[in-house]
């Protein structure tokens, strides 16, 4: 009846300390990583960029070109 649903974005890497927890999230859809930061009251996620500045894209099938 009910199907389980794939998560779009999976953690590829997470790391904790005294203020707060960071993790590299990756979209399944796009490829593209980010970081995500949570603690000391505040949350944010960004797109991990390149040295051009575009966006790392992971490789495989949702990153595929």
């Known amino acids: 009846m009910f199907e389980k649903r794939k998560e779009r974005f999976t953690v ?3 790391e904790s300390f005294r203020g ?4 590299v999230l990756v979209d399944g859809q796009t490829g ?16 991990l ?3 051009d500045g ?3 894209v992971e490789p495989g099938p949702a990153g595929e070109d």
């Open 12 to 14: 590829k890497s997470s």
């Open 20 to 23: 707060g927890d960071l993790s």
């Open 32 to 47: 593209v990583q980010y970081l995500d930061f949570v603690g000391m009251g505040c949350s944010s996620i960004i797109p």
């Open 49 to 51: 960029l390149d040295r």
């Open 54 to 56: 575009k966006p790392l």
